[in-house]
C-alpha cells in the first residue's frame, strides 16, 4: 500500500479531530485516520464504496 496515492478528504480541516484520507486502487478504495496512518486501513470494493457516497449524497442512509 505504499505505492498509494493518498489524499485528505476536503472535508477535512486542518484542526478537525475527524479526519480521513482516501487511496483509489485498481479494484479497492482505501481509507484510513490521517491522525493514526499505520492504525489500520479500511479496504471496501468500488461498487460498494460507490453505493456507500451514492446513498449519503441522496440522504437515504439509515441511522
Known amino acids: ?3 498509494l496515492n493518498w489524499r485528505k478528504s476536503s472535508r477535512s480541516g486542518s484542526g478537525a479531530s475527524e479526519c480521513v ?3 483509489i486502487g485498481e479494484s479497492t478504495t482505501y481509507i484510513r485516520d490521517t491522525k493514526d ?5 479500511l ?3 468500488h461498487p460498494s464504496w460507490t453505493a456507500f457516497l451514492t446513498r ?3 440522504g437515504h442512509l439509515d441511522r
Open 1 to 3: 500500500m505504499n505505492d
Open 21 to 23: 484520507e482516501l487511496a
Open 37 to 41: 496512518r499505520d492504525g489500520g486501513t
Open 43 to 45: 479496504r471496501v470494493n
Open 56 to 58: 449519503i449524497k441522496s
